[in-house]
């Protein structure tokens, strides 16, 4: 398919991680753990603490700078609260982080370097359009294969 936009135009923009395949497996980024838990009042109640992942986005601009922005929600029992009341209190709190790096094209645009924590990672570029981009790549040993959509 052709675009008449440049690869680069087309790499500029605010992406949102829809899909992650890691080592060919899907990824997901909510998880979650259960357990028991003794109260005061010699019962054991049993809670679930779960971690959301609310947002990923790649935010590229054409000078080659990159941003990511890795937002969640984490939901755990409060052992105190639980302990005194006698029954499962939970407490959200929301966090995440940006990570600031640099992006460019290999010579030939096939590929795209991603400089960010430290890390200089190697992605072949396998779609490139206007709203959808695929990428894969190994990132600390693990195969990525990232789909971004705008």
């Known amino acids: ?3 008449a936009r440049s690869k680069k135009s087309r790499v500029d923009g605010d992406w949102k991680m829809s899909s992650l395949l890691l080592n060919g497996q899907p990824y997901s980024s909510n998880y979650s753990y259960t357990g028991t838990y003794n109260t005061s009042c010699m019962t054991t109640v049993t809670y679930e603490n779960t971690t959301t992942q609310s947002q990923w986005n790649w ?4 000078n080659g700078q990159l941003i990511w922005i890795i937002n969640e929600t984490d939901r755990y029992m409060d052992y105190n609260a639980t302990y005194s009341q ?3 209190v939970y407490t959200t ?3 995440g982080g940006t990570e600031l790096g640099v992006w460019q094209f290999t010579s030939d645009k096939e590929k795209m370097t991603i400089t960010i924590v430290g890390e200089i990672l190697l992605f072949d570029i396998l779609e490139l359009r206007n709203k959808e981009m695929k990428l894969r790549g190994t990132v600390d040993g693990d195969l990525w294969e990232v789909t971004l959509t705008q």
């Open 93 to 95: 709190s929301n966090s």
């Open 59 to 62: 935010l590229f601009d054409k």
């Open 1 to 3: 398919m052709f675009s």
């Open 86 to 88: 006698c029954v499962a």
